[in-house]
């Protein structure tokens, strides 16, 4: 038995990072592909779930955690089955159900359309982001204003109007990649973030940058962010987050 919990974190990692494929030789297949840093939560997902293989692709520095037999598919389709909250990954799932099960075909359940926050933390393991901004302002008397976000960004942009019927944040598109961003940046709003995701933790290297956001928000609550040294903290704790950890 498989605690819910873990399931609805899978299935939010999945709908940011999943894949259904749809092959034209009609093979059938599932994977989640990530840079060979993630390679600890692959095995960790194999290991939870009980089947699947973890596959290293060193020429591109990837790793990725892939099913192919049919029996382990099955079982995978019954744990997914209900808890989706994309319509793009609910569709490319249906697809993939209908081609996997044929004869003894399995009935997709309905989108859901409840938050789940544990849902949200394996999303955000995925399509979600930690940073802090720092920018000079004449307003302020350090010199700079600094802001706590968390972000996610999608294609689709109706996943992320789902989440935020649970947040206030702030939209914008990027053209170039034809993506979609929202973002939370309002004080109290990070802060509520930040508490339920110590209560629906995220798995992965992306924790990291989460915990670091989180002492960056120390900063803010006391206070401390409007100061001189309190920047330079924030600076600090900027210059080793994300792409910049070593």
């Not at 793009?88 to 159900?97: D, G, P, Q, R």
């Not at 204003?145 to 968390?150: F, G, H, K, V, Y």
């Not at 940058?209 to 803010?220: E, S």
């Not at 401390?224 to 309190?230: A, D, I, M, N, P």
Request: hydrophobic content about 40%; some cysteine.
């Amino acid at each position: 038995m498989i605690n819910e919990s873990f399931l609805n974190w899978l299935t939010g990692f999945i709908e940011a990072e999943g894949s259904f494929p749809d092959e034209k030789d009609g093979t059938l297949s599932f994977y989640i592909s990530q840079h060979m840093k993630s390679a600890a939560l692959m095995y960790a997902i194999k290991l939870f779930l009980g089947f699947g293989k973890v596959r290293w692709q060193f020429s591109e520095n990837m790793v990725h955690f892939v099913i192919e037999d049919k029996a382990s598919m099955i079982k995978l389709a019954n744990i997914l089955n209900g808890r989706f909250r994309s319509n793009a990954k609910y569709t490319a799932f249906v697809i993939w159900l209908k081609r996997l099960t044929k004869n003894e075909r399995i009935l997709p359940l309905s989108l859901n359309t409840v938050m789940n926050f544990d849902w949200l933390a394996g999303f955000t393991e995925g399509d979600g982001s930690f940073f802090i901004s720092i920018a000079p302002s004449r307003a302020m008397l350090s010199g700079f204003q600094a802001t706590l976000n968390i972000s996610w960004t999608q294609k689709h942009k109706d996943v992320l109007d789902f989440i935020s019927r649970s947040f206030q944040g702030s939209w914008s598109y990027n053209k170039q990649k034809d993506s979609w961003a929202f973002t939370v940046k309002r004080q109290s709003e990070v802060t509520r973030l930040l508490a339920l995701f110590e209560l629906h933790p995220l798995y992965g290297s992306k924790r990291l940058d989460y915990q670091d956001l989180c002492l960056a928000n120390k900063l803010f609550l006391t206070k401390e962010h409007l100061t001189v040294k309190g920047i330079e903290q924030l600076r600090t704790i900027h210059a080793g987050m994300n792409q910049r950890r070593p």
